[in-house]
């Protein structure tokens, strides 16, 4: 069955660094785009970071400089590296694998940044 698993989470302190992993499993990740998204308690989920096909990537503005979103298509995994985490960036983070026809939603795997 295909899915895509998040792993990499946990609480770490302001200015820390953590590094989030989306596998897939069951699809080609190289035929898809992969975006990690965050929701926040009360809060809409947000798009933070893509990587394309290509291997084009893009980021909110919010983490711009701090997050950096990588693939590795010979181990279907995508990572996302967050450096100087702030508490503000507190919140589950979702993978999702794109096929444009189709796409697939990761559990999701929670961040805590304390100050």
Same mark, same amino acid.
């Given at each position: 069955?295909?899915?895509?698993?998040?792993?990499?989470?946990?609480?770490?302190?302001?200015?820390?660094?953590?590094?989030?992993?989306?596998?897939?499993?069951?699809?080609?990740?190289?035929?898809?785009?992969?975006?990690?998204?965050?929701?926040?308690?009360?809060?809409?989920?947000?798009?933070?970071?893509?990587?394309?096909?290509?291997? /084009?990537?893009? +980021?909110?503005?919010?983490?711009? *400089?701090?997050?950096?979103?990588?693939?590795?298509?010979?181990?279907? #995994? @995508?990572?996302?590296?967050?450096?100087?985490?702030?508490?503000?960036?507190? /919140?589950?983070? +979702?993978?999702?694998?794109?096929? *444009?026809?189709?796409?697939?939603?990761?559990?999701?795997?929670?961040? #805590? @940044?304390?100050?």
């Amino acid at each position: 069955q295909a899915q895509v698993v998040e792993s990499g989470g946990g609480l770490v302190q302001s200015g820390g660094s953590l590094r989030l992993s989306c596998v897939g499993h069951g699809i080609i990740f190289s035929t898809y785009n992969i975006e990690w998204y965050r929701q926040a308690p009360g809060k809409q989920r947000e798009l933070v970071a893509d990587v394309t096909r290509g291997n /084009a990537s893009d +980021y909110a503005d919010s983490v711009k *400089g701090r997050f950096t979103i990588s693939r590795d298509n010979a181990k279907n #995994t @995508v990572y996302l590296h967050m450096n100087d985490l702030r508490p503000e960036d507190t /919140a589950i983070y +979702y993978c999702k694998a794109d096929g *444009g026809w189709t796409y697939y939603w990761g559990q999701g795997t929670q961040v #805590t @940044v304390s100050s």
